[in-house]
């Protein structure tokens, strides 16, 4: 589990490419303080592994799935990601709740210039537009930002010259794809409120009910 908020960013220095797999090595220097191998790095918002770390390199695999589903493969050497450690209990939760499984890809269709915020306009697909609300909150890259407005099939956030600056966001143009993760209570509720009518009487629990006690 992550926050969103970003830690660095690292730097993609190689590739090495499987049949159906890869492997990528970044550069980092702050999430490899405690690192061990095992541990889980958000990478662009995407939950990996390390299997391998020096002082200022970590390896970790990616799997077909995270490939088709993510923007990782894109990625070449000399690319900055955004790197977050995985959340400790304990720690203060600065963004929201972040899983690190990206649900999609989205992509950059306008960026203007508000003031001193960049407001970013990106297109996405429904299986993670359902989960976008106004000021709700949502994972770019790995980057806890808040939903400015949204169309149907896409939304605005804003960054203001920190985010822009500490992160991959900042170097983004039009036309670019991104890591997408919808607020992990949203799908909570919707698996909660597609069960049968039978299981609803059973457990109370029904869209009118989680209305009624203001969760949605």
Not at 64 to 80: C, D, F, Q, R, S
Not at 196 to 209: A, H
């Amino acid at each position: 589990m992550f926050t969103g908020i970003i830690e660095e960013l690292g730097m993609l220095r190689a590739t090495r490419h499987g049949a159906n797999s890869a492997q990528l090595i970044i550069g980092a220097e702050k999430v490899l303080k405690d690192v061990q191998v095992g541990d889980s790095i958000a990478v662009n918002g995407v939950c990996l592994t390390v299997i391998h770390f020096t002082t200022r390199e970590f390896t970790a695999d990616i799997m077909a799935e995270t490939l088709a589903k993510t923007n990782l493969g894109e990625l070449a050497p000399g690319n900055p990601v955004n790197l977050e450690r995985a959340l400790r209990l304990g720690d203060r939760l600065g963004g929201h709740l972040v899983s690190g499984h990206v649900d999609g890809t989205g992509k950059i269709i306008r960026m203007e210039r508000h003031d001193i915020a960049d407001l970013v306009s990106i297109r996405a697909p429904g299986e993670v537009m359902r989960y976008i609300i106004k000021k709700g909150s949502v994972a770019i890259d790995g980057i806890s930002l808040t939903v400015v407005d949204l169309q149907e099939d896409c939304f605005q956030v804003s960054l203001i010259p920190h985010t822009a600056h500490a992160t991959t966001l900042g170097k983004k143009k039009v036309g670019d794809t991104v890591n997408l993760e919808g607020d992990i209570i949203g799908k909570y509720i919707e698996r909660l409120a597609s069960f049968s009518d039978n299981y609803s009487r059973e457990s109370k629990i029904s869209l009118s009910f989680l209305s009624e006690h203001g969760f949605i």
